[in-house]
Each structure stands twice: as C-alpha cells, then as structure tokens.
C-alpha cells in the first residue's frame, strides 16, 4: 500500500512539473499586452501592435511568441534586420517547436528583403537562393559598418575654414596686413582700412579727433606711401600710432 501511494505521488508531482513547465512557455501569450497587440494587428495597427509585443518581451525572459509576432509586424514594416533578430530569438527559445522550420523561413524572407533594401540591388530576387545569403549578408553588413566609421572620422576631423576669400576690397579685411596684426598685439599700433574719400587729415580726424597726425600716420607707413598726399588704394590697411 505504501509503494503504491509513493507511485502516485510521483506521479502527481511529475504533472505538476509538466504543467509548470506548460504555463511557462505560453505564459507570454496570456499576458494582456501580447492579446492587445493581437487586437491591434487585426485592425491593422502594426506599429501599435509591435510596441505591445515589444512591451512583453522587456517584461519576460521567455516570451518566446512575442518574440515571433514582434518578427512578424518588422517584416510587415519593411524593416528586416530587427525581423531577423527575433525570429532568431525564437529558434532559439524554441528550436524543436513544430513552427521552428516556418520561423526559419521566415528569416530567410527577411535577409531577402534587407539584401533588396541595399543601396544597387547587389542582389536581384532571382539570384538569391543561388549564393549562400547569410555569408552575403554579413559581408555587406561588414562594408556599411565600415563606411559608417570612416564617415564619421572624416567629419570629426574635418574642420570648417577660418579664412574666407571675398572678391574686391573686402578680401583685404579678411586677410589683414602682418604689420597691422602684429602692431596691434605690441599695442604700438592700430589697423586703419583705407576707404573711398580718405586722406591722411581726415583719417587723422577720424582716429584721434584732430587732424594734427598726419606726419605721424605717415611715418607709420612708409612702406606703403612715398608722400603724405600718396594714400594706398581702397581696402588697404595701415597702421595707426598709439
């Protein structure tokens, strides 16, 4: 009497380790996101219907169908890559399921439709299937990522120009004179931009409000003046004595 109490206690116990383990593979479709995102894909919500299948993946380790359905809507959104990584999520989770031979069907449609997505169509719908696509797959994967990383080493690297070239007498304001610059950082020296209508007196009135300055101004450029009345041409700069 008591082996056979002991039997059906074994008994007892191993069904309820069977249906533990039952609850827990369809746990995920029981949960209410995952009915909402049903909801919503009947109605034709697909994006609503992922963020609800997504929902549940965030919440539980094994949600093996969420996975499958989230899948599903990326594909439908023309958006393989993420399609391809949770139909590999649910092979894994699932890999003697009966629909594990359809999921990888389905990832096979998926690495179709990224290698279509490419920019020049590396590969035309009938060529696939002829070459091995994953090994295609990888590889193009592997350029992008490259591209990717020398474009963004170009851009932090490349530097705006500080100088600007302009036509006519404003090139000379953009490029100042040597002397004028290094004047100024002595402190000895000011820049002056020759304008239309100037003369020495009136530069003289301009800078120091009187026009007692003249010789001065003058001495200061020199090399740029043979005679007080012998101003440069429009747009060049000359020094100012402090």
Same mark, same amino acid.
């Not at 209410?32 to 009947?42: A, C, D, I, T």
């Not at 023309?78 to 031979?101: C, E, G, T, V, W």
């Not at 209508?197 to 101004?217: C, E, Y």
């Given at each position: 009497?008591?082996?056979?109490?002991?039997?059906?206690?074994?008994?007892?116990?191993?069904?309820?380790?069977?249906?533990?383990?039952?609850?827990?593979?369809?746990?995920?479709?029981?949960?209410?996101?995952?009915?909402?995102?049903?909801?919503?894909?009947?109605?034709?919500? %697909?994006?609503?219907?992922?963020?609800?299948?997504?929902? +549940?993946? @965030?919440? *539980?380790?094994?949600? $093996?169908?969420?996975?499958?359905?989230?899948?599903?809507?990326?594909?439908?959104?023309?958006?393989?890559?993420?399609?391809?990584?949770?139909?590999?999520?649910?092979?894994?989770?699932?890999?003697?399921?009966?629909?594990?031979?359809?999921?990888?069907?389905?990832?096979?449609?998926?690495?179709?439709?990224?290698?279509?997505?490419?920019?020049?169509?590396?590969?035309?719908?009938?060529?696939?299937?002829?070459?091995?696509?994953?090994?295609?797959?990888?590889?193009?994967?592997?350029?992008?990522?490259?591209?990717?990383?020398?474009?963004?080493?170009?851009?932090?690297?490349?530097?705006?120009?500080?100088?600007? %070239?302009?036509?006519?007498?404003?090139?000379?304001?953009? +490029?100042? @004179?040597? *002397?004028?610059?290094? $004047?100024?950082?002595?402190?000895?020296?000011?820049?002056?931009?020759?304008?239309?209508?100037?003369?020495?007196?009136?530069?003289?009135?301009?800078?120091?409000?009187?026009?007692?300055?003249?010789?001065?101004?003058?001495?200061?450029?020199?090399?740029?003046?043979?005679?007080?009345?012998?101003?440069?041409?429009?747009?060049?700069?000359?020094?100012?004595?402090?």
């Amino acid at each position: 009497m008591a082996r056979v109490a002991f039997v059906f206690l074994v008994l007892l116990l191993a069904g309820c380790d069977d249906n533990s383990r039952s609850d827990s593979r369809t746990l995920d479709v029981e949960d209410p996101e995952f009915r909402q995102g049903q909801s919503f894909h009947k109605q034709g919500e %697909t994006r609503k219907a992922l963020e609800c299948y997504l929902k +549940v993946i @965030d919440k *539980r380790k094994d949600a $093996a169908e969420s996975h499958l359905e989230a899948g599903r809507m990326y594909l439908e959104l023309q958006d393989p890559l993420p399609a391809i990584y949770h139909f590999n999520q649910f092979i894994r989770m699932k890999p003697a399921s009966d629909q594990a031979s359809m999921v990888r069907g389905m990832v096979r449609t998926a690495e179709k439709q990224f290698m279509q997505q490419l920019p020049g169509r590396p590969m035309e719908p009938d060529a696939i299937g002829s070459v091995d696509v994953t090994t295609q797959l990888r590889r193009l994967q592997a350029e992008n990522d490259k591209l990717k990383r020398e474009i963004t080493d170009l851009s932090r690297n490349q530097r705006p120009s500080e100088t600007k %070239t302009v036509a006519g007498p404003a090139a000379v304001n953009a +490029v100042p @004179d040597p *002397r004028a610059s290094q $004047a100024t950082k002595s402190g000895r020296f000011r820049p002056y931009t020759i304008a239309k209508g100037d003369t020495l007196s009136t530069i003289s009135r301009k800078m120091f409000n009187d026009g007692n300055h003249v010789q001065a101004i003058f001495n200061a450029n020199r090399d740029k003046m043979t005679s007080p009345d012998s101003l440069p041409k429009i747009g060049t700069v000359i020094l100012i004595p402090e």
